[in-house]
């Protein structure tokens, strides 16, 4: 099976703008999760989709958004970018069973986000 | 404090030698994965324990979970060079999303 993959790669914009980061998961894989990495904060949780529905959200201000379509493709959009919103965004896809203890995560190569 | 402490940070060995990286959280643990990093690259999940004792391996790395110590440590046996990378664990403790260690950044020595 092919992989989580992520696009773009690596994306430049610049303070105010706003970014949409696309996620593809594995197949059949029905849960979608977003992490921000930066090297101050590690790895933080920004949000779950499964079947197209929130299921869990980290602690991250309102311009953080995120969608999962019938698919089970994600976006993720943040609006008014701030220079702290420069990141590793990482995507991780599984199966969606309810409990962590049964559901590895698999992750895509990232989106490396600068913000100017 | 971090709810995921891992230790050490950072670790330099010579090629060949063993090393172990310790995974220890402040709450119940009903999950730890391992997970390794190339950097500013995705993490590759290496492994997953459940059980309180459970001892997995994969190749020449070999994870153990102490339940009672909430503990986790990551053992690598005859290192390489392919073993560099960074080395993040994350805990599931039943709160709908798992935390994350600050990491540990392996480098091998030739």
């Known amino acids: 099976k092919a992989g989580v993959t992520q696009t773009p790669r690596y994306l430049i914009k610049t303070r105010g703008q706003q970014v949409t980061l696309s996620c593809s998961p594995i197949?059949?894989?029905?849960?979608v999760s977003w992490y921000q990495q930066t090297p101050g904060q590690g790895l933080q949780f920004l949000f779950e989709?499964?079947?197209?529905?929130?299921?869990n959200k980290g602690n991250f201000p309102g311009r953080f958004s995120g969608r999962q379509f019938s698919n089970s493709r994600s976006e993720m959009n943040v609006s008014t970018l701030e220079l702290g919103d420069s990141a590793l965004y990482l995507c991780?896809?599984?199966?969606?069973?309810?409990?962590?203890?049964?559901?590895?995560?698999?992750f895509g190569p990232g989106t490396r986000l600068t913000v100017l | 404090s971090q709810e995921l402490e891992q230790s050490p940070q950072s670790l330099i060995v010579q090629e060949g030698k063993n090393l172990t990286i310790n995974c220890t959280s402040s709450?119940?643990?009903?999950?730890l994965y391992w997970y390794k990093q190339k950097y500013g690259e995705g993490l590759i999940f290496l492994m997953m324990?459940?059980?309180g004792g459970e001892e997995k391996s994969h190749e020449k790395i070999t994870a153990k979970l102490d339940e009672k110590k909430q503990q986790s440590s990551l053992h690598i046996t005859a290192s390489q060079p392919s073993h560099a990378g960074i080395y993040l664990c994350?805990?599931?403790?039943?709160?709908?999303?798992?935390?994350w260690g600050a990491g540990t950044k392996l480098i091998i020595k030739p």
């Open positions: 991780a896809s599984s199966e969606g069973n309810p409990t962590f203890a049964t559901d590895t995560q698999y």
């Open positions: 994350g805990a599931d403790t039943g709160n709908y999303q798992l935390i």
């Open positions: 324990l459940q059980k």
């Open positions: 989709y499964f079947s197209e529905t929130q299921r």
């Open positions: 197949s059949g894989h029905r849960s």
């Open positions: 709450k119940t643990l009903y999950g």
